[in-house]
């Protein structure tokens, strides 16, 4: 699919296409619009998403209904201690009436691979999705082969439980764009889940309602948004700003400022938009850098939070043709 000048009736046609699956999402996972965006956000940027949260709070019927809401394939592996590298990418096994070699893929040969407790798996096994995730590709015995598009890693990990749990290097969390976190729903959408998923679940009344075909022309509108000059440069201040931050170990890599530019341009999409603006920036500051980032034990101890850092770089560098500081 090559790329073409976005016009009026493409930026409405995405708008349009992102509100019917978040839309069609929102049926099953109720209470957390800003979530399911994020996640819808993700795959159209092309990204991966590592979600961090409590048991039981909708995590993987977040991922299936995003799979479901697109007509696209689902894979589910459940990451334990005695996972191999072959259980996700696939083998080779002996044919004895052909004589040969044939390939059995993995459930990696999918659309949305959901990872439930990636950190319950060994480092070596973790790695495995590291080519995946990046270039779209697996290479088995030799032999590379592609990944059908679109391709998203939806990785879950339980961030109380740390017993028998393998913390996900910063090489591999680099990889996904965005970290999410569900969170408890309030009152009032709980005593909604009880109506809705009491005696019957939605999830199995859910229907596609685009294509894998459609998701690929959004993939290529959101690739097509306007980036200025100064909003690049504004992308990279303010990643640079994390890396020279006194309370911060490790601050964002340039892979984090390629996201960010993929995040800004797919929300300027939704937004219809033609351009990219540092609000839509901004917009995506959280879910983008946090995860990126490690704290200086001394900040630590004084209290201080990543969330706090990233919010503070967004007030701090300077907005593009104002002068002034956002």
Known sequence: MTSRPVGQDDLIWFAEQFHAIAGNMERVIQGKRGVI????????????????????????????????????????????????????????????????????????????????EINRASPKTQAALLEAMEERQVTVDGTTRELPPPFMVIATQNPIEHEGTYPLPEAQLD????????????????????????????????????????????????????????????????????????????????RATLFLQRAARTRAAVEGRHYVTPDDVKATLRPVLVHRMILRPEAQMRGASLIDIVDGIATGVPVPGSGVRA
């Open 175 to 254: 990889r996904f764009m965005m970290r999410l976190v569900m969170g408890y729903p309030s009152r009032a959408k709980e005593l909604e889940i009880l109506e809705t998923h009491g005696q019957h679940s939605s999830y199995a009344d859910l229907g596609p309602v685009v294509s894998a075909e459609d998701v690929q022309r959004m993939v290529m509108i959101a690739r097509s948004i306007y980036v200025s000059d100064a909003v690049k440069e504004y992308l990279v201040d303010t990643v640079e700003a994390t890396r020279h931050d006194p309370d911060l170990l490790l601050g964002a890599s340039p």
């Open 37 to 116: 965006d994020l996640v819808v956000m993700g795959l159209l940027s092309e990204g991966h998403l590592l979600i961090e949260d409590v048991p039981g709070v909708g995590k993987t019927l977040l991922a299936k209904s995003l799979a479901r809401s697109i007509h696209c394939g689902f894979q589910r592996v459940q990451f334990t201690p005695d996972l191999l590298p072959s259980d996700i990418t696939g083998v080779s096994v002996w044919d004895r009436e052909r004589g040969a070699f044939i390939f059995r893929a993995g459930p990696v040969f999918t659309n949305i691979v959901l990872g439930d």
